[in-house]
C-alpha cells in the first residue's frame, strides 16, 4: 500500500526565528468496501454458474482530495467474505491563509473515490460531499459511499458498492453560525458565431471554452468544458461559492457598489497539437451586476450581460486578468476558421452574443422586515393637544382694530393737510411710498402720540395681560412693541385710503403672517436674533385662528439659533395642532441630536421611533414616503446595528426611487438616504447629519464633501472645513459654484473679507443666479467694509441685483448706505423710501434715514428719525456710533450724548467715550466731561493726536474748576 507522507509535526520556533504559518490538515481514511459480487450467478434456465474475473478479484482505491491531493492504496485481494479491505490513510496539509479558496474547493471538488481493477482501469467512482465542513464546530465527514459501477462480471446485477470513509480536519473550519453558500449555474454563452460551429463540425480537435466569473468576496469561480450544441455554449455542472460569516457585510457593500468581472476564452486541448490563431477574437470580458439581490427576502438573481470592447491585446493574445492565458503560437495544424473578421475585432460582440446565468444562496442576504402593527407608545402619549387659543390674543387684536378706527380719523387730517400728493398720479404705489416716506421723516407720526395716547395705553394693558401667552417681557419692550403696533396701525389706515395699492392678501390673515415671516427671516440673515424671535413669537400670538407651520417655523428658527431644547418644544406644539410628516420627522431628528448629548437616553431614541412610525403610517393609504424610511434607518443604524435586516430594509426603501427636491435655485434628483443628510444640514443638526452621511452610501462623492464641509462650519470647524474644501476643489466641474459659495462662507465668518470677495466674485462670474439672498447681502456688506470707492460701487451693483432678484428692506437698505457713502443722496433717499415701506419697524433703516437727513439739513427730520432708532432699540454698536458722530458734527450734542450713552451701554469703547466727552464738555457738563476723559486715559487705548486732545482737555477742566495737582497725576 503506498500513501502520500503525513505533514511533518509542528516544532516550535527558537527565540528569533519566524513562526512557521498556521496549517490545516486533513486526514482522509478508506477502509472497507462493501461485497463485491455473488459468488454464483443464475440464469434464465435456472442453471447456477460460477463467476470468474481476475481482473476484478484484485482492486485498488485511488482518493483525489479537492483537486489539491491525490493518493492510491495498494492492490488488495477479494477477502472471504467478498469484500476488500484497502486500509487506506493520507493526509495533507493547507495554509490558513488560502481560506477564503479552500472554501471553494470543499464545495465544488469535494472527495472522489475511485476504484481500480488489476489492470488500472476504473471500475467505477463516488464523489463525497464536504460541505458539513463548514457546518460551525464540525470536524469530520464520515460513513459509505456509494461508488457506482461502470463495469461489473457478466450476470451480475450489482450496480454500485459502499465504500467506508473518514476524513478529518485537525481544528473546524467555522466556528460561529451566518455563513452563506451561493450556487452559479444555467451558464450559457449565446449566440455562437456560424463560422465557429461550422469549423467546430468540420474540425477533428476542437476547442475548449472557459468562463471566469468573479462572486462575492473576491472569489472566482471557472466553468471548464463548455459544450457547444446548435448555436449557443453551456455548461452543465453548478458552481458554489462561500461567504464566511463575518464577511456578510463586506458581501453587502459589494453589491452596493455594483459591478463584477466575467472572463471566457477558448483554449485548444493540451494534448493535441493544434493551434488557435483567432484566440484574441474569441476572448469575452463583460461585468455584471447583482444588486437585486439585496432586495428583502430575494435569493436568486439572473443575470445577463454582453462583451466589452475593444479588447487590450498582451504580447501573445489577449490579456486575461481572471483566467490563465491560452497558450498557441506556430503550431503545425491550426485550427481552421474562416471567421471573415477584420483585425481587431472581437467574433462575440459582431454576433451580438451574451453571457447568461443565473446566481442563487441559500438563503437572502436581506431577510424581509416590515413596519410593526404596533410600536412602544402612541403619539397621543408624546404630545398634549390644545383646546383653543388664549383668549387674551384676541382681545389684543379688538384693542388693535380699534386703534387703527382712529387712525382713520388722524388720516383724514393727513390727506386734508397731503391731499395734493395723494392726487398727483390718483393714489399710485409710488406715491403712497413716498407720502409714507415723507410721514415718516418728518415727525408727522409723533404729533399725534396725544390724539392716540388712549389706545396706546389700552395695547399696553393688554399685551401685560397676555405674558401667559408669550414669555414675560420688561416694561422697556413692552413701551417698544405698543409703538410698533402704534405704526402699524397708522399705516394701515393710511393703505386703506390708498384702495388701488392695496392687495386683497395682504387684508387677509395669511398675507400678514406671510410677511411677519419674511422679516422674521430677514432679521435672522443679518444676525438680528432676538427681532427675528419677536416676529415669529408675534405670528403665534396673532394669528386669527389656527394656522398650520406656525410653531414649525419658529421650531426650525430655534434650531438654526442653537436653541434646541425650545425647538423641541415648537415641534411638540406643532403636532398638538397639526399631524405633518415634516413635523414629526422634525422632532424625531432633534430627539436623536439630544440623544447625543450628555442628558441623552433610550427613552428619547424611543419617542423618536414612535414618532417616525407615525410617519410612515400617516402615508400609509400611498407609498410611503422615502425621507420617513431614510429616518428610520438611521435611528436602527444606532440602536440595531447598520449591517441588521431591519436597517438594510429601510435603508432599501429609501433608496428605491428618486424624488425631486429644490436645493437652492437648482432641482435636484435624490433619494431618500441623500434628502435626510440635506434635510438635517436644513434644520442645522449638524451632528446627526453626520451620522446619516456616515450610512447613506448613494450620495455621489461631491455631494458628500459639500455636506461634510457644511457640517464642520456649522460645527464651527472652519480650518477643517476648507481642508475638505480642497478635496472637493478637485472633483468639481468648474463651473460648480457651490464650494467658492462655502468658501465665501467660511472665510466671512473667520473675517477675512479678501478671500470671501474673492470666492463671491467668482460665484457672480459663474451663476449670479445660484446667489441666495443670504450669499448678497454677506457679499456686499464685505465689500463695504473694504471702504474704497471701487469696493462700495461694487457693492452697491451687489445690492441692486439682489433688489431685482429678491427686494426686501435688506437690499435697499444696503443700496441705501452704499449711495450714501458715495455721496450720492437722491438715490439715498429713494431707497430709503422702498426700506421704510418694506420694513417700518427696522430701526438700522431709521438711523441711515437720520445720518441722511442730517447730511441734507434737515433736523427736523432727522430728530424724527433719531427717536424710531431709539424706539426700536438699535443694537448695531458701531452704526450708533457713526449716528452720534454725525449728530455732534451738526451740533446736536443732546441727542449725540442720548445715542452714545445707548452705544457704551452695550460695549465700552474709548473712542464711544472719548466722543461722549467731547458732547458733554460743549454742552457745559465739563465735571462729567473730565470723568470719562479719565476712563478714556485709564484705558490706555487710544494713541497720538486723540490721546494728547484728551489731556489737554483735562488740564482745561483741571484748571478751570481749579481741582489742582489731580491735572498732573491723571495725565501721567
Known sequence: ?????????????????????????????????????????????????????????????????????????????????????????????????????????????????????????????????????????????????????????????????????????????QTEEGGLIGRVGGMSLSPVPESLQKAVEDAEVTPDFLVAIQVPG???????????????????????????????????????????????????????????????????????????????GVQAADVECSPAAPVEDGEEGPKLSLLAAPEYGEKASPFQEDTGLEEGDNAWVKAGSGIAFTVELDSPLLKFWSLPESTLGKLSEFVTAKQDEPKAVDKLEQKKKAFVNQCKTVAKILVRDYGDAFEEDGGSEKTQRNVIFHLNKSGAYTKM??????????????????????????????????????????????????????????????????????????????????????????????????TQNLWFDYGQFCLRSGMVDKAEECFREELSLYTSLDTLLALAGVLLNQSKTPKGNKYLLDQAEVFIHSALRLEEEQESHPLAWAMLALLYAKTKGQDGDECQNCI????????????????????????????????SLPQVALDALAVCETIPEVDRLLCLVQIHYLLGEHAEALTVLAQVAELCEHDDARPHVLEGKIHAKTGDGESAIKSFTRVMSLNASACTLDVLLTYGKTLMGVGTEGSLRTALDVFVFACQKCPCASTWLGCAVACIELEDYANAETALTEASVLDSKNAKMWAHTCILSLKLGRTEAALSALDFVLLENLEDVSLLDKLARELASCSLHDQAVQVLRKSLSKSPSSQARKLLADSLFLLGSKIEAKAEYDAVLGDGTLEGEALETVRQQVETITQEFGLGPAAAAVAT
Open 449 to 546: 402720540e396725544d390724539f392716540l395716547k388712549r389706545s396706546a395705553i389700552d395695547i399696553i394693558e393688554q399685551r401685560i395681560g397676555s405674558s401667559t401667552v408669550i414669555k414675560q417681557l420688561d416694561s422697556h419692550k413692552l413701551l417698544n412693541e405698543a409703538y410698533s403696533i402704534l405704526l402699524d396701525g397708522v399705516q394701515d389706515a393710511l393703505k386703506e385710503m390708498q384702495t388701488k395699492s392695496v392687495e386683497e392678501e395682504e387684508k387677509s390673515d395669511e398675507g400678514v403672517l406671510q410677511k411677519m415671516k419674511m422679516l422674521a427671516d430677514e432679521y435672522e440673515l443679518n444676525g438680528a436674533l432676538d427681532i427675528a424671535e419677536r416676529y415669529h413669537v408675534d405670528r403665534i400670538s396673532n394669528a386669527k385662528q389656527k
Open 1 to 173: 500500500m503506498t500513501e502520500a507522507e503525513p505533514a511533518p509535526e509542528a516544532v516550535q520556533p527558537e527565540a528569533g526565528e519566524a513562526e512557521e504559518p498556521k496549517k490545516i490538515e486533513f486526514k482522509v481514511d478508506i477502509g472497507k468496501a462493501s461485497k463485491w459480487w455473488n459468488d454464483t450467478v443464475v440464469d434464465e434456465e435456472g442453471n447456477e454458474t460460477t463467476v470468474e474475473n481476475e481482473s476484478l478479484a484484485t482492486t485498488s482505491c485511488g482518493v483525489d482530495l479537492l483537486g489539491l491531493h491525490a493518493a492510491e492504496s495498494e492492490p488488495v485481494s477479494l477477502a472471504e467474505d467478498g469484500a476488500f479491505e484497502y486500509g487506506l490513510s493520507t493526509t495533507f496539509a493547507v495554509e490558513e491563509e488560502g481560506k477564503g479558496k479552500l472554501f471553494s474547493k470543499i464545495l465544488n471538488n469535494g472527495l472522489i473515490l475511485t476504484v481500480y481493477d488489476a489492470n488500472k482501469e476504473v471500475v467505477g467512482t463516488a464523489e463525497v460531499s464536504l460541505e458539513s465542513l463548514l457546518n460551525p464546530g464540525n470536524k469530520t465527514v464520515e460513513g459509505t459511499a456509494k461508488v457506482g459501477l461502470l463495469k461489473a462480471p457478466e450476470g451480475s446485477a450489482q450496480t454500485d458498492l459502499g465504500l467506508a470513509f473518514s476524513l478529518s480536519v485537525n481544528e473546524a473550519l
Open 652 to 683: 432599501f426603501k429609501a433608496t428605491r426611487e428618486k424624488r425631486a427636491i429644490k436645493m437652492g435655485m437648482a432641482t435636484l434628483e435624490v433619494d431618500g438616504m441623500t434628502q435626510l443628510v440635506f434635510q438635517l444640514l436644513d434644520l
Open 218 to 296: 473576491q472569489e472566482t469561480l471557472e466553468f471548464r468544458n463548455g459544450v457547444l450544441k446548435g448555436s449557443a455554449i453551456t455548461w452543465g455542472k453548478a458552481m458554489k461559492f462561500y461567504v464566511q460569516p463575518g464577511a456578510l457585510a463586506g458581501v453587502k457593500r459589494e453589491l452596493k457598489k455594483g459591478s463584477f468581472a466575467v472572463e471566457a476564452a477558448r483554449y485548444m486541448p493540451a494534448s493535441s497539437e493544434a493551434g488557435d490563431p483567432h484566440a484574441s477574437a474569441y476572448y469575452y470580458y463583460s461585468s455584471y451586476s447583482m444588486g437585486g439581490l439585496l432586495e428583502p
